[in-house]
């Protein structure tokens, strides 16, 4: 059974550009969320969906966003990159909303700001 | 107050030894906490859930919960190198969402 798989891996931008990353779950489950990782702040919950709508939101700028497909494949998207931007982006899944908060995380997405 | 608060370490204990790893949280409402265990340059790994009060023990493993006290720990028994790592604590509450501390670095001598 494939895992969470999280493209790309690595990716270099600059300031005021914007990036797109992508997560597919583990196969049936349905529920995706997001987080970044960084060495002063730790792990920091972004947002989470399920069934294609957002449950959750944690507090960050409107500038980062996402979404999901009917595949429960999901996206987020970050614009106006900054600096602080930079961190690894996790995302995890778990097949049910309700229930055990389990979650099982991808690689991550390592996301360097210049 | 951070919500979910962990020594950062390093925490070095011999090969062998007994690691302790602990973890607060401020929101009385928590129900559900977790362990991950994370390599560096590598993604979190669940190793221990525990919802009720008291001891809950996987192998090596023990995880502690007193919710009266708000406080959780990680009991690592006959430490080995393999088991440096980042251990991050997560509290899950009524909206799913999990909350981390910033983690605790272990590092275990051999």
């Known amino acids: 059974k494939a895992g969470v798989t999280q493209t790309p891996r690595y990716l270099i931008k600059t300031r005021g550009q914007q990036v797109t990353l992508s997560c597919s779950p583990i196969?049936?489950?349905?529920?995706v969320s997001w987080y970044q990782q960084t060495p002063g702040q730790g792990l920091q919950f972004l947002f989470e969906?399920?069934?294609?709508?957002?449950?959750n939101k944690g507090n960050f700028p409107g500038r980062f966003s996402g979404r999901q497909f009917s595949n429960s494949r999901s996206e987020m998207n970050v614009s106006t990159l900054e600096l602080g931007d930079s961190a690894l982006y996790l995302c995890?899944?778990?097949?049910?909303?309700?229930?055990?908060?389990?979650?099982?995380f991808g690689a991550g997405s390592r996301l360097t700001v210049l | 107050q951070k919500e979910v608060e962990q020594n950062s370490g390093p925490l070095s204990v011999p090969e062998g030894a007994i690691a302790s790893l602990n973890c607060t949280y401020s929101?009385?409402?928590?129900?559900?906490f977790f362990w991950y265990r994370q390599y560096s340059g590598k993604s979190p790994e669940l190793i221990m859930s525990?919802?009720?009060?008291g001891d809950k023990e996987d192998g090596r493993f023990t995880a502690q919960l007193n919710k009266a006290s708000q406080y959780v720990s990680l009991l690592i028994r006959d430490s080995q190198p393999s088991d440096s790592a980042t251990y991050l604590c997560?509290?899950?509450?009524?909206?799913?969402?999990?909350?981390f501390g910033t983690g605790t670095l272990l590092a275990v001598q051999p």
């Open positions: 995890a899944s778990r097949p049910r909303e309700v229930g055990a908060n389990v979650l099982t």
């Open positions: 969906y399920f069934s294609e709508t957002q449950r």
């Open positions: 196969s049936g489950h349905r529920s």
């Open positions: 525990i919802y009720s009060n």
């Open positions: 929101d009385r409402v928590s129900q559900s």
């Open positions: 997560a509290r899950g509450g009524a909206t799913n969402k999990l909350i």
